[in-house]
């Protein structure tokens, strides 16, 4: 009964590789976000939807293409993989309120690019 | 340019006592304040969180302290127990749907 849950959890593969990552969230929150650790452990947002619509994009290369079938879901989609895109990848989602946002993440998935 | 620091990135505590995690921001826009705990391989866990027209908020052993004038927040964890070691991530917004967060501190609860 995962809230938010992303798979594969762990991913190797190489450069100039194509890869998915699938998030599903079960909380019925109206917003789904990608976030994503990198090595020197900060956790930077990288897209926000709402509602199955991109509301937040944060100079993420066109190379990560997120997609929203539905606003249970937001899978992300990396062409063309750089050594430079490992990191840890974790999906969120949140129900926006007036008191304010509080967002629930999932396991996230350790990419490495080799 | 960071908007949510966690100056210290370690913190040991013996088993029992006060545990205090430090948080400092600088956008003064910010109105919604946020902490998550993180255990190794696994996702950040929201711990608690407080909203600018408070200044504390509790919730069992831990309670959020806000101190707008200084741009500074506070968890306090009373008494540490050896299952708080993590890594605690401080997080603010501005009325959107954005946290930043600062880079975390690790802590070290000794039995």
């Known amino acids: ?114 | 340019d960071q908007q949510v620091k966690q100056n210290s990135p370690s913190l040991s505590v013996q088993e029992g006592r006060i545990s205090i995690l430090n948080c400092d921001y600088t956008n003064s826009m910010f109105d919604y304040f946020l902490w998550y705990k993180k255990y190794p391989a696994e996702g950040p866990t929201f711990l608690i969180s407080i909203s600018s027209i408070k200044d504390k908020n509790e919730d069992g052993r831990f309670t959020v302290f806000l101190n707008k004038s200084a741009k500074h927040l506070s968890l306090h964890i009373v008494p540490s127990q050896p299952g708080d070691s993590a890594v605690y991530f401080c997080a603010a917004s501005a009325s959107s749907h954005k946290l930043v967060f600062g880079a975390g501190t690790i802590l070290r609860v000794k039995s």
């Open chain 1, 1 to 114: 009964d995962t809230a938010v849950s992303q798979t594969p959890k762990y991913l190797v593969t190489q450069m100039g590789n194509d890869k998915s990552i699938k998030c599903e969230q079960n909380l019925g929150h109206d917003t789904m976000y990608w976030y994503k650790q990198d090595s020197k452990k900060f956790l930077k947002i990288m897209f926000s939807y709402n509602n199955k619509e991109l509301i937040i994009n944060e100079t993420v290369p066109n190379r990560f293409s997120p997609k929203s079938p539905d606003k249970a879901h937001l899978n992300l989609h990396i062409n063309s993989l750089e050594l430079g895109d490992s990191a840890v990848y974790f999906c969120a989602s949140s129900q926006v309120s007036g008191v304010g946002n509080t967002i629930y993440f999932g396991e996230g998935s350790w990419l490495t690019v080799v």
